[in-house]
Nanobody
Framework: QVQIVESGGGLVQAGGSLRLSCTASGTTFTINTIGWYRQAPGKRRELVATINNNSGAGYADSVKGRFTISRDPGKNTVHLQMNSLRPEDTAVYYC????????????WGQGTQVIVST
């Protein structure tokens, strides 16, 4: 069983920055892919960014050039640096780990709130 702990959310003015962190524990393996999703009120959960264990990263078009996902080498700890924040980035941000075995489900963190004020 994987446990996920997130931190770093908060309230920030438009144009500001926040850094989210996620640590996945409960496995001795280096997890291949860890991602960040977000869900705004009344909207579906959407992918924000992912990173694999070779630090290959992918981003949603809406955050490209503003957000950077990174990973502590050899660890299951991932960070999301969010710059030039906009009010539309307001959401609950969730860290995600795909199933590690065929009989597992997706793993999600508890979520961390990000609010960007005008």
């Amino acid at each position: 069983q994987v446990q996920i702990v997130e931190s770093g959310g908060g309230l920030v003015q438009a144009g500001g920055s926040l850094r989210l962190s996620c640590t996945a524990s409960g496995t001795t393996f280096t997890i291949n892919t860890i991602g960040w999703y977000r869900q705004a009120p009344g909207k579906r959960r959407e992918l924000v960014a992912t990173i694999n264990n070779n630090s290959g990263a992918g981003y949603a078009d809406s955050v490209k050039g503003r957000f950077t996902i990174s990973r502590d080498p050899g660890k299951n700890t991932v960070h999301l640096q969010m710059n030039s924040l906009r009010p539309e980035d307001t959401a609950v941000y969730y860290c995600h780990v795909p199933p590690l075995r065929w009989d597992e489900s997706d793993y999600w963190g508890q979520g961390t709130q990000v609010i960007v004020s005008t």
